[in-house]
């Protein structure tokens, strides 16, 4: 089964941009994994980012985005509020199996 | 509003089995929609269990496959989790999940609050 590695932890200034990545162990992530990106707050449910690679449920705010990125998977933060200080996950679909990435946690300070 | 609410055991024994139902309101079980399981052990990241149509159709994670059974409850609108030989690495908050159909993708737009679940003797 596929291992998704997400970077540990980063840290980004409020009003700066940030990117997220997400790669796989079986190889290039592609659009036909359809990555989703979530987020986590401490004692929270994961709410759904970003699905599809680049679609965004309604209640995604407009600063984030994401993309394919040189064979990953990419989670980009432009204009970084403290609120978005969170754990964020990646996920991708194998045939109809679902894999977590090892998750990110970002700090805004 | 759909909402989602697991029931269950806080406590399991080592060896025995985990089970766990998920109750939906706001949606039917049978709509066009994939429910899910996810848990996530203290302090670390997600992992997916799998999810299930109405039909029964299932998904399920390779890793926990021979050990998962999920199923689907039409008449009481709730789908369930079972868990067998667990061990303490089976500690986790459990959470079920809808993914909605959108256009041909599923959205994973509606989760639980969380259920702890402790495997101990």
């Known amino acids: 089964q596929a291992v998704l590695t997400q970077e540990p932890s980063l840290t980004v200034s409020p009003g700066g941009t940030i990117t997220l990545t997400c790669g796989s162990t079986?190889?290039?992530?592609?659009?036909?994994?359809?990555p989703y990106w979530f987020q986590q707050k401490p004692g929270q449910a994961p709410r759904t980012l970003i699905y599809?690679?680049?679609d965004k449920p309604p209640w995604t705010p407009a600063r984030f985005s994401g993309s394919l990125l040189g064979g990953q998977a990419a989670l980009t933060l432009s204009g970084a509020q403290p609120e978005d200080e969170a754990d964020y996950y990646c996920?991708?679909?194998?045939?109809?199996?679902?894999?977590f990435g090892g998750g990110t946690k970002l700090t805004v300070l | 509003q759909v909402q989602l609410q697991e029931s269950g055991p806080g406590l399991v024994k080592p060896s025995g089995t985990l089970s766990l139902s998920c109750s939906v309101s706001g949606d039917s079980i049978s709509s066009s929609n994939w429910w899910n399981w996810v848990r996530q052990p203290p302090g670390k990241g997600l992992q997916w269990i799998g999810e299930i149509y109405h039909s029964g159709v299932t998904h399920l994670n390779p890793s926990l496959k021979s050990r998962v059974t999920l199923s689907v409850d039409k008449s009481n609108n709730h789908f369930s989790l079972k868990l067998s030989s667990v061990t303490a690495a089976d500690t986790a908050v459990y959470y079920c999940a809808r993914s909605n159909i959108v256009g041909t993708i599923l959205l994973f737009d509606y989760w639980s609050q969380g259920t702890l679940v402790t495997v101990s003797s």
């Open positions: 079986s190889g290039a992530v592609t659009s036909a994994h359809h």
């Open positions: 599809d690679t680049s």
């Open positions: 996920m991708v679909s194998y045939s109809g199996v679902r894999v």
